[in-house]
């Protein structure tokens, strides 16, 4: 019978080789179609390194395309400080709607998003801010291009007929309003997604919606998801 040895040793990303690097890089610009890609669009694909390896190897992300010999296309995305702020939240909208929640950093960076986190922190002064003015101007319905997640769930126009209090859906910037005044934390069990990454925040009816309850503030707490399906499964029980 053969022996294998497991070993605990891993490679350390400060002792990844400039050829490794390099080859990565190469890859990662055919994947773009030979075109200049940035340190955000290269994080998305790579599988030797982050960038964060690559700025420390060859100082700044253009000596390291340089590096690799290839003449690659200029990007012809406009510099993120020319996007309108308009834009940008439309496509918030778009990525938030697919997730079906906020987006967190880790889901944003992985997602197809077409602008980067860094990008959203420095227009609006924060990964919070930037989703804060997505709900707003979202409730507002200022935004173009199919921004508006309530929008695109009421198409028929039905739940626009019904006064918001007696619709089962919790608008987005009530959502916003009920976790912020239960600190974003479970009202049963205290946790929060802020010291538990695996905490997902609902906003849930406390009195049953189908019992005639109102989707007002007053009729809203935030629960977290093991706290909601326990909830659930006590009130079939009784």
Not at 75 to 81: K, S, Y
Request: proline fraction near 3%; glycine fraction near 8%; charge should be positive.
């Amino acid at each position: 019978m053969k022996q294998y040895l497991l070993n605990i040793d891993r490679q350390r990303i400060d002792q990844i080789s400039r050829d490794v690097i390099l080859v990565e890089l190469k890859r990662v610009a055919e994947h773009y179609g030979l075109r200049k890609f940035t340190r955000h669009e290269f994080d998305v694909v790579s599988e030797k390194c982050k960038g964060t390896v690559v700025l420390k190897r060859f100082g700044s992300w253009d000596a390291a395309l340089s590096a690799t010999g290839l003449s690659l296309r200029p990007h012809r995305n406009p510099r993120r400080d020319q996007v309108p702020s308009e834009t940008l939240l439309s496509e918030l909208g778009r990525i938030w709607g697919q997730l079906g929640h906020r987006p967190s950093k880790t889901e944003w960076e992985f997602s197809n998003a077409s602008f980067s986190y860094t990008t959203y922190k420095s227009r609006f002064g924060g990964w919070l801010n930037a989703c804060r003015e997505y709900i707003d101007r979202s409730s507002s319905n200022t935004l173009q291009d199919g921004g508006n997640i309530e929008e695109r769930s009421n198409e028929s126009g039905y739940a626009k007929a019904i006064p918001k209090e007696k619709n089962r859906n919790i608008p987005l910037k009530l959502r916003l309003k009920v976790f912020q005044r239960d600190s974003f934390q479970c009202t049963i069990c205290g946790r929060s997604p802020a010291t538990d990454r695996d905490v997902t925040l609902h906003v849930d009816h406390i009195q049953a919606f189908s019992k005639n309850g109102r989707t007002t503030l007053e009729n809203l707490q935030t629960l977290c998801r093991d706290c909601n399906l326990g909830k659930g499964k006590d009130q079939l029980v009784g």
